[in-house]
């Protein structure tokens, strides 16, 4: 298949770009759920029939032979070749599958970035891949209707599979290899007759049949010795885990880092009188939840019992697989850095608003102080109303429900006192009000906004997005309020208490106000360069989730160690900012890590937002408006810590946040607030 690309003819796509293209599954936004030994089989055999169709090598019944050794200028296929030329014997194809195999998984991240360069395929935070639509049939040389790379490659298997032609030698190779990873009954519809024709076709070609057969070959092989070579999981001692430092501090992702130090990066703890935990802390485990996590793992069982505490059932947060991947679709607008900036005016204001009520002498505490300020601008940009009056309630009532059904540490009982049953009530009024100012005629000339795409798929689907999942998803829009409150607070902690920083800030803020509020093109990467980079290390010295919950809902290797089915794991992934191979002098706050060539934030260890599917939504538009808040905060007042003599610590359930100690003074009004 030839792409023709701005009147340019490149390269053909190759036969593992193919398969990697039918394997996509447009509905899950990842792949098919091939095993892995069978995958990597059949991209190796995938790149050894490219090599075999450029003329590199052939094969027969007993052996494959190198024909050229001539490099072909492709980072995939040229180190294969390469290995091959320098075996001293021949050796037959099912060899060099098992041979190869180990090396399949970069052979799919190159596959995948070309694609993406090609623009056949869009990448999205989570690991989510998605098909691209600029690249239609006509630039691929294909006279039809417009479609997708994977619809014209379909387009060819079909005609195959359903009409009586004789197919090309590629179409027989991928056909074949398809059928080795049986995922063809996913793509396609099929009955006796052409199930018999596909067993037919993957055995016309000698170089494709001796590849199919390799393949089919070692299917169980490596998974029956698997568990063979599983290792134990360590049991970390209840004395390690009380007596150490970062118990008393509250620094959990800390806590986290020494124990996998000690124990390694995947370890068990047994608390008493609830079920055993296991622990992933390190870059190679962030590595596998990242890409493989959403194969094996679910958050449905442990988010079920909060979800319903709201009538709900099937929200974004406990969701997996498809519907999980369609909603984070719908509401990924809702939640993006482009929304926002359309609203910088509004958010400029809104800010400034809020600020007129500090008093210069006053100290006021950090947590409550910013989240309402963030409060101000999420409640009416996302739905529209002003609930600063109700706020409070909410995110204790919230915060309580965590603590009960997810973290556990209170009893079912505490969620049903008369101030939580008090509290409660501020959801409805919330929902109240929405729905209040959410009709077509108020509606009608205003920016669109969280509500109105939540309220919207509700209607054009209400099986797929029901009612009794609003008053969830209308109050989670404020519920961001508290976590982007909190790491405002750890924000201006980090910057009042640094004053070579806050003063590097206000420089920084002060560039940009000096001819009256920026626009959104004036938030360029070298204007707010400082604070961007103070933001980033900000995150990691004190992430405000820093760890994940799942289950295991297959079972699987991590890292040598077996995770059993059901097993309840707590993912550590910010345990790595504590660990000094990924950020040397790690407990230092540097905001030069981030500069080339360290961009120490390049590596697996740096996970803010979480991993994989479940990454944060919402991560670019809590960057901006992060970021427009401190530069705020720094163009108009000088903030200092309070008490003077304050050491931070962490109040770290049900997520990380500055303990209730700290405040904030008002130490001076530095230029008037004028709204």
């Known amino acids: 298949m030839t792409l023709l690309m701005e009147g340019v003819t490149t390269q053909p796509l190759s036969l593992p770009e193919e398969l990697i293209l039918m394997l996509l599954n447009e509905e899950t936004g990842y792949f098919h759920q091939v095993p892995g030994w069978d995958l990597n089989c059949a991209v190796i055999g995938a790149v050894l029939a490219e090599l075999s169709l450029i003329s590199r090598i052939d094969t027969d019944r007993d052996s494959l032979i190198l024909l050229d050794q001539t490099e072909v200028g492709d980072p995939v296929l040229d180190p294969i070749l390469k290995t091959i030329a320098e075996e001293t014997s021949q050796q037959e194809a099912q060899y060099w599958i098992e041979r190869l195999a180990p090396r399949a998984e970069s052979i799919i991240e190159l596959t995948l970035d070309r694609l993406v360069n090609l623009n056949i395929l869009e990448h999205h935070d989570g690991e989510f891949w998605t098909l691209s639509r600029t690249v239609g049939r006509a630039e691929l040389n294909f006279d039809d209707d417009e479609g997708t790379a994977t619809e014209f490659i379909a387009s060819r298997i079909r005609r195959v599979l359903f009409n009586d032609v004789i197919p090309y030698p590629r179409e027989v190779i991928i056909i074949g290899l398809l059928n080795t990873c049986d995922v063809l009954r996913f793509i396609f519809q099929l009955d006796d007759e052409v199930e018999a024709r596909i067993q037919a076709i993957s055995k016309i070609d000698l170089i494709g049949r001796a590849i199919t057969n390799a393949v089919s070959h070692n299917l169980a092989g490596p998974a029956l010795r698997q568990s063979g070579l599983t290792r134990k999981i360590p049991v970390v001692s209840l004395s390690k885990l009380l007596f150490n430092p970062h118990i008393r501090t509250g620094n959990v992702p800390a806590l986290f880092a020494d124990l996998a130090r000690e124990y390694g990066p995947v370890f068990e703890l047994r608390p008493p009188f609830t079920e055993p935990i296991i622990v992933l802390a390190g870059a190679e485990t962030n590595r596998w939840v990242h890409r493989q996590g959403r194969l094996h793992l679910r958050t449905r069982d442990y ?26 679709k719908s509401l990924s607008p809702a939640y993006s850095r482009n929304r926002l900036m359309g609203e ?180 360029t990467p070298s204007s707010i360069d400082v604070t961007h980079r103070f933001l980033m290390e900000s995150l990691r010295l004190y992430p405000i989730v820093p760890v994940s919950m799942r289950h295991v809902m297959n079972s699987c290797m991590v890292e040598g160690y077996q995770l059993p089915l059901g097993a309840k794991l707590v993912i550590a992934q910010a345990a790595t900012h504590f660990m000094d191979e990924f950020f040397p002098d790690s407990t230092t706050f540097d905001i030069d890590r981030y500069l080339p060539p360290r961009n120490e934030h390049h590596s697996p260890g740096y996970a803010p937002y979480g991993l994989g599917t479940h990454i944060c939504l919402g991560s670019r538009w809590m960057e901006t408006q992060l970021a427009v808040n401190v530069l705020m905060v720094a163009h108009y007042f000088t903030l200092k810590v309070s008490p003077d003599d304050y050491k931070l610590k962490f109040s770290p359930l049900p997520s990380m946040k500055p303990s209730k100690k700290l405040k904030f003074r008002i130490a001076e009004q530095r230029r008037p607030l004028n709204f």
Not at 303 to 328: C, I, N, Q, T, W
Not at 351 to 372: F, L, N
Not at 386 to 401: N, P, T
Not at 457 to 465: G, I, K, R
Request: glycine residues 4%; negative net charge.
């Open 303 to 328: 988010f079920s019992d909060f979800e319903k505490v709201y009538g709900a059932s099937g929200v974004l947060p406990s969701m997996d697989g498809a519907d999980h991947f369609r909603l984070r």
């Open 344 to 523: 910088m005016g509004q958010l400029i204001n809104y800010a400034r608003k809020h600020m007129a009520e500090w008093t210069v002498g006053d100290a006021y505490p950090a947590t409550r102080m910013c989240r309402r300020m963030i409060n101000s601008q999420i409640s009416p940009l996302f739905v529209s109303v002003d609930s600063q009056d109700i706020f409070d309630d909410l995110a204790e009532y919230k915060e309580r429900a965590l603590s009960t059904h997810i973290v556990k540490a209170l009893p079912k009982f505490m969620l049903k006192t008369p101030g939580m049953r008090r509290r409660a009530k501020s959801v409805d009024i919330l929902l109240e009000r929405i729905q209040s100012v959410h009709t077509p005629a108020q509606r009608a000339d205003a920016s669109r906004n969280l509500a109105d795409d939540i309220l919207s798929l509700h209607a054009s689907d209400p099986q797929f997005y029901p009612e009794s999942n609003l008053r969830f998803a209308l109050s989670a829009a404020l519920i961001a309020s508290v976590y982007l409150g909190d790491a405002f607070s750890f924000a201006l902690y980090a910057m009042a208490s640094q004053p070579e920083i806050y003063a590097r800030i206000q420089e920084e803020a002060d560039a940009l106000f000096e001819n009256g509020d920026p626009n959104p093109e004036d938030l």
